[in-house]
């Protein structure tokens, strides 16, 4: 078994500025549309994003030890349900992430928000 990982913390108030600033432009070009339903939600959806931003971070970085290539944000997906683990899922087949286990953890608080990934092939 090969495993590669990747880790990411982002400031939450970076993520707040980038969307003060851009609005739907920065939620479109980052999120999946069922990222940004699922964190908008939320009475204070800014750790919500910024998570799920470290996520993606973090998945590129495990995913480039892989393969050498480099994912986009939107062929990362975090996928999240109250009370339950969130979890990895990629939108590309080119890139042949079929037979690819991906586990995360994330995690936010006041100021930051911070993810780790581990992808591991059988």
């Known amino acids: 078994m090969k495993i590669y990982t990747g880790i990411d913390i982002v400031e939450n108030s970076r993520i707040e500025k980038a969307y003060s600033r851009f609005k739907e432009k920065f939620l479109k070009k980052v999120y999946t ?29 495990a995913y480039y030890q892989l393969s050498c290539k480099t994912l986009r944000y939107k062929d990362i997906e975090v996928v999240g349900k109250k009370g339950a683990p969130a979890e990895i899922l990629l939108h590309n087949d080119i890139y042949h992430t079929k037979n690819l286990n991906i586990s995360i953890s994330i995690s936010h608080e006041k100021n930051y928000s911070v993810a780790v990934v581990i992808i591991y092939t059988a």
């Open 33 to 61: 549309q069922r990222e940004i339903e699922y964190c908008l939600k939320k009475n204070d959806f800014i750790p919500c994003l910024a998570a799920r931003f470290a996520a993606k971070e973090a998945t590129i970085k």
